[in-house]
Protein backbone atom coordinates (compact mmCIF):
# COMPACT_ATOMS: atom_id res chain seq x y z
CA UNK A 1 0.00 0.00 0.00
CA UNK A 2 1.20 3.44 -0.99
CA UNK A 3 1.46 5.62 1.98
CA UNK A 4 1.19 9.61 1.06
CA UNK A 5 3.83 11.34 2.38
CA UNK A 6 3.12 15.19 2.91
CA UNK A 7 5.35 18.50 4.58
CA UNK A 8 4.85 19.70 7.96
CA UNK A 9 5.94 22.96 9.33
CA UNK A 10 7.45 21.38 12.34
CA UNK A 11 6.25 24.17 14.52
CA UNK A 12 3.12 22.09 14.03
CA UNK A 13 4.52 18.75 14.56
CA UNK A 14 2.77 16.16 17.13
CA UNK A 15 2.74 16.85 20.82
CA UNK A 16 4.84 13.66 21.24
CA UNK A 17 7.59 14.64 18.97
CA UNK A 18 8.03 18.66 20.61
CA UNK A 19 8.36 16.49 23.84
CA UNK A 20 11.07 14.65 22.79
CA UNK A 21 12.91 17.54 21.35
CA UNK A 22 11.82 19.87 24.65
CA UNK A 23 13.63 16.90 26.95
CA UNK A 24 17.03 16.84 24.73
CA UNK A 25 17.68 20.54 25.98
CA UNK A 26 18.72 18.82 29.48
CA UNK A 27 21.31 16.73 28.07
CA UNK A 28 23.40 19.40 28.67
CA UNK A 29 23.52 18.65 32.06
CA UNK A 30 26.41 16.35 31.59
CA UNK A 31 28.53 18.90 31.31
CA UNK A 32 27.57 20.40 34.44
CA UNK A 33 30.72 20.64 37.01
CA UNK A 34 29.87 17.87 39.93
CA UNK A 35 32.36 19.48 41.96
CA UNK A 36 32.02 21.98 44.82
CA UNK A 37 32.92 25.18 43.81
CA UNK A 38 35.38 27.05 46.21
CA UNK A 39 33.56 29.73 47.45
CA UNK A 40 31.13 26.93 49.30
CA UNK A 41 33.77 27.25 51.76
CA UNK A 42 33.04 30.25 53.66
CA UNK A 43 29.19 30.38 52.41
CA UNK A 44 28.60 26.91 54.49
CA UNK A 45 30.06 28.53 57.95
CA UNK A 46 28.64 31.60 56.87
CA UNK A 47 25.04 30.40 56.72
CA UNK A 48 25.59 28.35 60.08
CA UNK A 49 26.31 31.07 61.56
CA UNK A 50 23.58 33.54 60.68
CA UNK A 51 21.28 30.73 61.86
CA UNK A 52 22.80 30.57 65.63
CA UNK A 53 24.02 34.06 65.46
CA UNK A 54 21.67 36.65 63.36
CA UNK A 55 23.41 38.93 60.42
CA UNK A 56 26.95 39.60 61.39
CA UNK A 57 28.21 43.47 61.11
CA UNK A 58 31.77 42.66 61.59
CA UNK A 59 34.01 39.82 60.06
CA UNK A 60 34.07 36.21 62.09
CA UNK A 61 36.07 33.86 59.78
CA UNK A 62 39.13 35.91 59.24
CA UNK A 63 41.73 37.39 61.94
CA UNK A 64 40.53 40.84 61.15
CA UNK A 65 37.72 40.75 63.73
CA UNK A 66 36.97 44.23 63.97
CA UNK A 67 36.26 44.99 60.11
CA UNK A 68 33.07 45.78 58.65
CA UNK A 69 30.92 43.08 56.15
CA UNK A 70 27.93 42.72 54.41
CA UNK A 71 27.29 39.32 53.19
CA UNK A 72 26.09 39.96 50.18
CA UNK A 73 24.50 36.47 49.69
CA UNK A 74 23.12 35.71 53.23
CA UNK A 75 19.93 33.53 51.82
CA UNK A 76 22.01 31.90 49.51
CA UNK A 77 24.19 30.59 52.22
CA UNK A 78 21.06 29.91 54.57
CA UNK A 79 19.95 27.52 51.26
CA UNK A 80 23.42 26.37 51.01
CA UNK A 81 24.24 25.40 54.52
CA UNK A 82 21.01 23.76 55.15
CA UNK A 83 20.53 21.29 52.23
CA UNK A 84 24.62 20.68 53.21
CA UNK A 85 23.33 19.91 56.30
CA UNK A 86 20.70 17.36 55.73
CA UNK A 87 22.25 16.08 52.43
CA UNK A 88 25.86 16.83 52.18
CA UNK A 89 27.96 17.02 48.83
CA UNK A 90 25.57 15.40 46.54
CA UNK A 91 22.25 17.70 47.69
CA UNK A 92 24.17 20.72 46.24
CA UNK A 93 24.88 19.27 43.11
CA UNK A 94 21.44 18.08 43.03
CA UNK A 95 20.65 21.59 43.66
CA UNK A 96 22.75 22.56 40.43
CA UNK A 97 21.04 20.12 38.53
CA UNK A 98 17.76 21.79 39.79
CA UNK A 99 18.06 25.14 38.46
CA UNK A 100 19.52 23.94 35.48
CA UNK A 101 16.33 22.45 34.80
CA UNK A 102 14.45 25.22 35.75
CA UNK A 103 16.87 27.78 33.81
CA UNK A 104 16.46 25.49 30.89
CA UNK A 105 12.43 25.71 30.90
CA UNK A 106 12.44 29.49 31.76
CA UNK A 107 14.66 30.36 28.66
CA UNK A 108 13.01 28.16 26.05
CA UNK A 109 9.76 29.41 27.71
CA UNK A 110 11.00 32.68 27.15
CA UNK A 111 12.24 32.37 23.51
CA UNK A 112 9.20 30.94 22.65
CA UNK A 113 6.72 34.20 23.95
CA UNK A 114 9.21 36.24 22.14
CA UNK A 115 9.42 34.10 18.83
CA UNK A 116 6.68 32.15 18.89
CA UNK A 117 8.71 29.82 16.82
CA UNK A 118 9.26 26.41 18.15
CA UNK A 119 12.30 25.13 16.27
CA UNK A 120 14.02 28.27 16.57
CA UNK A 121 13.73 28.19 20.08
CA UNK A 122 14.36 24.63 20.77
CA UNK A 123 17.96 25.26 18.38
CA UNK A 124 18.84 28.42 20.63
CA UNK A 125 18.53 26.54 23.89
CA UNK A 126 19.56 23.14 22.63
CA UNK A 127 22.83 24.84 21.51
CA UNK A 128 23.28 27.46 24.59
CA UNK A 129 22.45 24.97 27.26
CA UNK A 130 25.61 23.25 26.96
CA UNK A 131 28.07 26.76 27.64
CA UNK A 132 25.52 27.43 30.11
CA UNK A 133 25.90 24.28 31.88
CA UNK A 134 29.34 23.41 31.44
CA UNK A 135 30.83 27.21 32.79
CA UNK A 136 28.12 28.80 34.77
CA UNK A 137 26.06 25.67 36.58
CA UNK A 138 27.96 25.64 39.58
CA UNK A 139 27.52 25.73 43.73
CA UNK A 140 27.40 29.43 43.75
CA UNK A 141 24.19 32.08 44.33
CA UNK A 142 24.21 32.95 40.53
CA UNK A 143 22.44 29.70 39.92
CA UNK A 144 19.29 32.07 41.63
CA UNK A 145 20.43 34.99 39.58
CA UNK A 146 19.87 33.54 36.46
CA UNK A 147 16.36 31.70 37.10
CA UNK A 148 15.33 35.86 38.48
CA UNK A 149 16.76 37.34 35.66
CA UNK A 150 14.95 34.94 33.43
CA UNK A 151 11.54 35.78 35.18
CA UNK A 152 11.91 39.38 34.78
CA UNK A 153 12.57 39.14 31.32
CA UNK A 154 9.28 37.30 31.22
CA UNK A 155 7.36 39.44 32.98
CA UNK A 156 8.08 42.41 31.09
CA UNK A 157 7.23 40.38 28.07
CA UNK A 158 4.23 39.49 28.88
CA UNK A 159 3.23 42.87 29.67
CA UNK A 160 4.54 44.37 26.79
CA UNK A 161 2.37 41.80 24.38
CA UNK A 162 -0.92 41.56 26.88
CA UNK A 163 -0.76 45.14 27.76
CA UNK A 164 -1.34 44.07 31.03
CA UNK A 165 0.05 46.01 34.33
CA UNK A 166 -0.54 43.08 36.22
CA UNK A 167 2.79 41.19 35.24
CA UNK A 168 4.98 43.78 36.14
CA UNK A 169 3.85 43.22 39.99
CA UNK A 170 6.17 40.32 40.05
CA UNK A 171 9.60 42.66 39.78
CA UNK A 172 9.60 44.19 43.02
CA UNK A 173 8.89 40.29 44.20
CA UNK A 174 11.99 39.52 42.39
CA UNK A 175 13.82 42.32 43.63
CA UNK A 176 13.22 41.31 47.11
CA UNK A 177 14.58 38.02 46.62
CA UNK A 178 17.95 39.04 44.67
CA UNK A 179 19.15 41.31 46.67
CA UNK A 180 18.52 38.91 49.78
CA UNK A 181 20.61 35.83 47.74
CA UNK A 182 23.55 37.76 45.63
CA UNK A 183 23.14 41.25 46.63
CA UNK A 184 25.90 42.11 43.87
CA UNK A 185 24.21 41.54 41.20
CA UNK A 186 20.74 43.42 42.44
CA UNK A 187 21.26 46.26 39.88
CA UNK A 188 21.32 43.87 37.10
CA UNK A 189 17.31 43.83 37.69
CA UNK A 190 17.26 47.88 36.76
CA UNK A 191 19.92 47.37 34.04
CA UNK A 192 17.79 44.87 32.06
CA UNK A 193 14.92 46.99 32.36
CA UNK A 194 16.44 49.94 30.36
CA UNK A 195 15.85 48.17 27.13
CA UNK A 196 12.00 48.08 27.49
CA UNK A 197 11.71 52.16 29.23
CA UNK A 198 13.63 52.65 25.75
CA UNK A 199 11.25 51.62 23.99
CA UNK A 200 8.69 53.02 26.04
CA UNK A 201 9.51 56.41 25.10
CA UNK A 202 7.84 58.18 22.03
CA UNK A 203 10.69 59.54 19.79
CA UNK A 204 10.36 61.07 16.17
CA UNK A 205 13.90 62.34 14.61
CA UNK A 206 12.96 63.52 10.91
CA UNK A 207 11.64 60.46 9.67
CA UNK A 208 12.47 58.09 12.46
CA UNK A 209 9.35 57.41 14.57
CA UNK A 210 9.31 54.92 17.69
CA UNK A 211 6.01 53.82 18.32
CA UNK A 212 6.08 52.90 22.14
CA UNK A 213 5.71 49.62 23.52
CA UNK A 214 3.60 50.24 26.39
CA UNK A 215 3.06 52.71 28.96
CA UNK A 216 6.79 54.49 29.91
CA UNK A 217 5.20 55.51 33.52
CA UNK A 218 4.07 52.04 34.36
CA UNK A 219 7.43 50.72 34.16
CA UNK A 220 9.09 53.97 35.84
CA UNK A 221 6.61 53.14 38.70
CA UNK A 222 7.73 49.26 38.61
CA UNK A 223 11.40 50.78 38.72
CA UNK A 224 10.57 52.72 42.06
CA UNK A 225 9.07 49.90 43.15
CA UNK A 226 12.18 47.68 42.34
CA UNK A 227 14.60 50.24 44.53
CA UNK A 228 11.93 50.45 47.24
CA UNK A 229 11.65 46.87 47.90
CA UNK A 230 15.18 46.52 47.54
CA UNK A 231 15.49 48.08 50.46
CA UNK A 232 13.96 45.26 52.46
CA UNK A 233 17.73 43.14 53.34
CA UNK A 234 19.68 43.18 56.97
CA UNK A 235 21.97 45.69 55.32
CA UNK A 236 19.13 48.02 53.46
CA UNK A 237 20.70 50.51 50.78
CA UNK A 238 24.08 48.96 51.72
CA UNK A 239 23.39 46.00 49.72
CA UNK A 240 21.58 48.16 46.67
CA UNK A 241 25.21 49.56 46.21
CA UNK A 242 27.21 47.02 46.99
CA UNK A 243 27.94 46.32 43.12
CA UNK A 244 29.70 50.08 43.08
CA UNK A 245 32.27 49.42 45.98
CA UNK A 246 33.19 45.83 44.87
CA UNK A 247 33.81 45.79 41.06
CA UNK A 248 36.24 47.99 39.13
CA UNK A 249 39.51 46.90 40.83
CA UNK A 250 42.37 46.21 38.69
CA UNK A 251 43.69 44.21 41.54
CA UNK A 252 40.88 42.29 41.80
CA UNK A 253 39.87 41.67 38.28
CA UNK A 254 43.77 40.34 37.78
CA UNK A 255 43.44 37.99 40.21
CA UNK A 256 39.94 36.58 39.70
CA UNK A 257 39.44 34.41 36.29
CA UNK A 258 36.21 35.43 35.93
CA UNK A 259 36.43 38.56 36.08
CA UNK A 260 39.09 39.08 32.90
CA UNK A 261 37.73 40.47 29.68
CA UNK A 262 36.43 37.44 27.17
CA UNK A 263 39.26 36.55 24.48
CA UNK A 264 40.48 34.30 22.46
CA UNK A 265 43.33 32.45 24.20
CA UNK A 266 40.93 30.38 26.44
CA UNK A 267 38.71 27.57 24.90
CA UNK A 268 35.81 29.51 26.54
CA UNK A 269 36.15 32.61 24.51
CA UNK A 270 36.93 30.73 21.28
CA UNK A 271 33.68 28.84 21.46
CA UNK A 272 31.78 32.00 22.38
CA UNK A 273 33.49 34.56 19.40
CA UNK A 274 32.42 31.28 17.39
CA UNK A 275 28.99 31.61 18.48
CA UNK A 276 28.77 34.87 17.79
CA UNK A 277 30.22 34.46 14.11
CA UNK A 278 27.51 32.25 13.44
CA UNK A 279 25.16 34.28 14.37
CA UNK A 280 26.25 36.85 12.65
CA UNK A 281 26.71 34.88 9.14
CA UNK A 282 22.82 33.17 9.92
CA UNK A 283 21.57 37.06 10.10
CA UNK A 284 23.57 38.02 6.77
CA UNK A 285 22.22 34.63 5.06
CA UNK A 286 18.48 35.31 5.68
CA UNK A 287 17.78 39.01 5.58
CA UNK A 288 14.18 38.76 6.41
CA UNK A 289 14.34 39.20 9.97
CA UNK A 290 14.10 42.12 11.90
CA UNK A 291 14.33 42.93 15.53
CA UNK A 292 12.38 45.73 17.95
CA UNK A 293 14.17 48.06 19.72
CA UNK A 294 14.17 46.44 23.45
CA UNK A 295 15.72 43.81 21.80
CA UNK A 296 18.54 45.04 19.73
CA UNK A 297 19.21 46.87 22.78
CA UNK A 298 19.56 43.78 24.83
CA UNK A 299 21.84 42.33 22.15
CA UNK A 300 24.18 45.13 22.52
CA UNK A 301 23.75 45.72 26.50
CA UNK A 302 24.61 42.02 27.23
CA UNK A 303 26.88 41.59 24.69
CA UNK A 304 29.11 44.21 25.97
CA UNK A 305 28.79 42.63 29.45
CA UNK A 306 30.10 39.18 27.86
CA UNK A 307 33.11 40.53 26.19
CA UNK A 308 34.19 42.81 29.53
CA UNK A 309 34.33 39.71 31.95
CA UNK A 310 34.25 35.87 31.33
CA UNK A 311 31.12 36.18 33.77
CA UNK A 312 28.93 38.23 31.71
CA UNK A 313 28.62 35.71 29.27
CA UNK A 314 26.02 33.85 31.16
CA UNK A 315 23.67 37.04 30.93
CA UNK A 316 24.64 37.10 26.78
CA UNK A 317 23.18 34.02 27.16
CA UNK A 318 19.67 35.12 28.94
CA UNK A 319 19.24 38.29 27.27
CA UNK A 320 20.62 37.98 24.01
CA UNK A 321 19.85 34.88 22.39
CA UNK A 322 16.10 34.85 22.87
CA UNK A 323 16.57 38.69 21.71
CA UNK A 324 17.95 36.79 18.43
CA UNK A 325 15.33 34.35 18.30
CA UNK A 326 12.78 37.33 17.09
CA UNK A 327 14.85 37.62 14.07
CA UNK A 328 14.15 34.23 12.60
CA UNK A 329 10.58 34.51 14.35
CA UNK A 330 9.47 33.51 10.17
CA UNK A 331 11.75 31.21 9.59
CA UNK A 332 9.85 27.68 8.82
CA UNK A 333 11.02 24.05 8.74
CA UNK A 334 9.32 21.27 6.82
CA UNK A 335 9.89 17.67 7.87
CA UNK A 336 7.93 15.00 5.89
CA UNK A 337 5.14 13.21 7.62
CA UNK A 338 2.82 10.17 6.82
CA UNK A 339 -1.31 10.49 6.28
CA UNK A 340 -1.33 6.86 7.26
CA UNK A 341 -3.63 6.83 10.71
CA UNK A 342 -2.14 6.46 14.30
CA UNK A 343 -2.35 2.41 15.41
CA UNK A 344 -2.55 1.23 19.19
CA UNK A 345 0.95 -0.59 18.25
CA UNK A 346 2.39 2.71 16.89
CA UNK A 347 1.02 4.95 19.91
CA UNK A 348 2.28 2.59 22.18
CA UNK A 349 5.83 2.57 20.37
CA UNK A 350 5.20 6.28 20.42
CA UNK A 351 5.21 5.99 24.64
CA UNK A 352 7.61 3.63 25.00
CA UNK A 353 10.10 5.83 23.25
CA UNK A 354 9.17 8.91 25.08
CA UNK A 355 9.82 6.69 28.29
CA UNK A 356 12.63 5.15 27.61
CA UNK A 357 13.84 8.92 26.67
CA UNK A 358 13.07 10.16 30.17
CA UNK A 359 14.66 7.00 32.02
CA UNK A 360 18.18 7.42 30.38
CA UNK A 361 17.71 11.84 31.43
CA UNK A 362 16.85 10.22 34.95
CA UNK A 363 19.81 7.85 35.28
CA UNK A 364 22.32 10.10 33.37
CA UNK A 365 21.60 12.71 36.10
CA UNK A 366 21.51 10.02 39.08
CA UNK A 367 25.03 8.57 38.07
CA UNK A 368 26.51 11.96 37.85
CA UNK A 369 25.20 12.88 41.07
CA UNK A 370 25.92 9.99 42.77
CA UNK A 371 29.58 9.54 41.02
CA UNK A 372 30.34 12.90 42.57
CA UNK A 373 28.83 11.83 46.04
CA UNK A 374 30.90 8.49 46.34
CA UNK A 375 33.55 7.68 43.64
CA UNK A 376 36.91 7.15 44.29
CA UNK A 377 39.79 10.04 44.46
CA UNK A 378 41.11 10.59 40.94
CA UNK A 379 45.09 9.75 41.14
CA UNK A 380 45.63 13.90 40.79
CA UNK A 381 44.29 15.99 43.13
CA UNK A 382 42.38 18.70 41.65
CA UNK A 383 40.23 20.09 44.73
CA UNK A 384 41.36 22.20 47.64
CA UNK A 385 40.79 19.61 49.75
CA UNK A 386 42.61 16.97 48.55
CA UNK A 387 45.36 18.94 47.87
CA UNK A 388 45.32 20.76 50.88
CA UNK A 389 45.27 17.11 52.77
CA UNK A 390 48.90 16.94 53.50
CA UNK A 391 49.53 20.37 55.49
CA UNK A 392 46.31 19.73 57.34
CA UNK A 393 47.64 16.30 58.87
CA UNK A 394 50.29 18.89 60.25
CA UNK A 395 48.27 22.04 61.24
CA UNK A 396 45.58 20.12 63.03
CA UNK A 397 48.57 19.42 65.75
CA UNK A 398 48.67 21.99 66.76
CA UNK A 399 46.78 24.31 69.06
CA UNK A 400 44.22 27.10 66.99
CA UNK A 401 43.34 29.27 69.96
CA UNK A 402 47.20 30.48 70.09
CA UNK A 403 47.57 30.17 66.18
CA UNK A 404 48.31 33.47 64.04
CA UNK A 405 47.66 31.85 60.82
CA UNK A 406 48.48 33.04 57.43
CA UNK A 407 46.23 31.74 54.26
CA UNK A 408 46.20 33.51 51.03
CA UNK A 409 43.36 34.37 48.79
CA UNK A 410 42.60 30.42 47.15
CA UNK A 411 43.51 28.73 50.40
CA UNK A 412 41.97 31.22 53.30
CA UNK A 413 38.29 29.62 53.05
CA UNK A 414 38.92 25.95 52.94
CA UNK A 415 40.76 26.73 56.49
CA UNK A 416 38.25 29.07 57.62
CA UNK A 417 35.55 25.70 57.48
CA UNK A 418 37.91 23.67 59.05
CA UNK A 419 37.29 26.65 62.38
CA UNK A 420 40.74 28.57 61.29
CA UNK A 421 40.95 32.33 61.20
CA UNK A 422 43.55 33.07 58.61
CA UNK A 423 44.63 36.63 56.99
CA UNK A 424 42.67 36.46 53.92
CA UNK A 425 40.03 34.12 51.89
CA UNK A 426 38.36 34.45 48.62
CA UNK A 427 35.99 37.17 49.94
CA UNK A 428 38.14 39.63 47.75
CA UNK A 429 35.68 42.99 47.82
CA UNK A 430 35.53 42.87 51.93
CA UNK A 431 39.15 43.58 52.40
CA UNK A 432 38.79 46.41 50.47
CA UNK A 433 39.38 49.58 52.27
CA UNK A 434 36.26 50.52 50.32
CA UNK A 435 33.80 48.12 52.22
CA UNK A 436 35.58 47.71 55.39
CA UNK A 437 36.53 50.48 56.97
CA UNK A 438 39.48 49.36 58.53
CA UNK A 439 42.14 48.11 55.82
CA UNK A 440 43.04 47.71 52.02
CA UNK A 441 44.07 44.03 53.00
CA UNK A 442 43.83 42.68 49.36
CA UNK A 443 46.02 45.38 48.08
CA UNK A 444 48.33 44.54 51.07
CA UNK A 445 48.17 40.74 50.11
CA UNK A 446 48.72 41.72 46.33
CA UNK A 447 51.66 43.26 47.32
CA UNK A 448 53.07 41.20 48.78
CA UNK A 449 52.78 38.03 45.87
CA UNK A 450 54.55 40.44 43.67
CA UNK A 451 57.34 41.34 45.96
CA UNK A 452 56.72 45.51 46.20
CA UNK A 453 56.20 45.36 50.09
CA UNK A 454 59.24 43.48 51.84
CA UNK A 455 57.77 40.21 53.38
CA UNK A 456 59.78 40.56 57.01
CA UNK A 457 57.76 43.81 57.79
CA UNK A 458 54.86 42.04 56.98
CA UNK A 459 55.19 39.13 59.07
CA UNK A 460 55.97 41.43 62.15
CA UNK A 461 52.99 43.65 61.27
CA UNK A 462 50.61 40.77 62.34
CA UNK A 463 53.58 38.18 64.29
CA UNK A 464 51.86 34.82 62.14
CA UNK A 465 53.05 31.74 64.12
CA UNK A 466 52.35 29.71 60.60
CA UNK A 467 52.08 30.44 57.09
CA UNK A 468 50.43 28.20 54.79
CA UNK A 469 52.36 28.88 51.33
CA UNK A 470 50.83 28.14 48.08
CA UNK A 471 53.68 27.32 45.06
CA UNK A 472 52.75 30.55 42.88
CA UNK A 473 53.30 32.42 45.94
CA UNK A 474 56.90 32.44 45.16
CA UNK A 475 58.17 36.05 46.64
CA UNK A 476 56.99 34.99 50.00
CA UNK A 477 58.24 31.25 49.44
CA UNK A 478 61.45 31.87 48.62
CA UNK A 479 62.00 34.59 51.06
CA UNK A 480 60.75 31.64 54.26
CA UNK A 481 63.12 28.99 53.04
CA UNK A 482 66.19 31.35 53.63
CA UNK A 483 64.71 33.10 56.97
CA UNK A 484 65.70 31.51 59.65
CA UNK A 485 62.82 32.45 62.36
CA UNK A 486 60.37 30.32 60.58
CA UNK A 487 60.88 26.62 59.77
CA UNK A 488 59.58 24.54 56.95
CA UNK A 489 57.44 21.42 58.32
CA UNK A 490 55.64 20.67 55.71
CA UNK A 491 55.87 20.91 51.62
CA UNK A 492 54.95 19.50 48.19
CA UNK A 493 53.93 20.54 44.57
CA UNK A 494 50.73 22.47 46.09
CA UNK A 495 52.09 24.02 49.59
CA UNK A 496 54.61 24.68 52.05
CA UNK A 497 53.64 25.24 55.70
CA UNK A 498 56.12 26.91 57.53
CA UNK A 499 56.42 27.55 61.35
CA UNK A 500 58.09 30.23 63.29
CA UNK A 501 60.57 29.27 65.71
CA UNK A 502 60.11 29.80 69.69
Known amino acids: MNIEKKKTNINNAPRWFKALMLLSVFVGAVLINTEIDADMFFMLPTGKYILENGFPVTDFLSMHSSMDIIVQQWLSDIIFYGIYKILGEVGLIALVFICFAAYSVLIFKLCRLISSNFFISFIAVFISNFYVANLFMQTRPQIFTYIIIICELLALEYYIKTKKAAYLAVLPVLSVLLVNLHCSMWLMLLVFMLPYIV ?10 KQEPCCKLWHLLITAIAVVLCGLINPYGIKAELYLFSSYGYEEINSLIGEMQPTNLTEPYGIIFFALIGL ?8 KKGSFQTHHALLILGTLVLALSSYKGIAYFFIGAVPSITYYFKDKQFMIESSNKPQSLKDKKKRTALIGSFCALLCVLAVTVVSTQGGSEKQAEPTTIPEMAQGFMEYLEKEEKENMVLYAGFNTGAYLEFNGYKPYLDARAELFLKDNNHEFDYFSEYCSLVN ?8 LDKYGFTHLVVEGKEAYLLNSLQHDSDYELIY ?9 KVQ
Open 199 to 208: QAIPIKIGKI
Open 279 to 286: VVILCIAY
Open 451 to 458: GSVYYKDF
Open 491 to 499: SDEYYSLFE
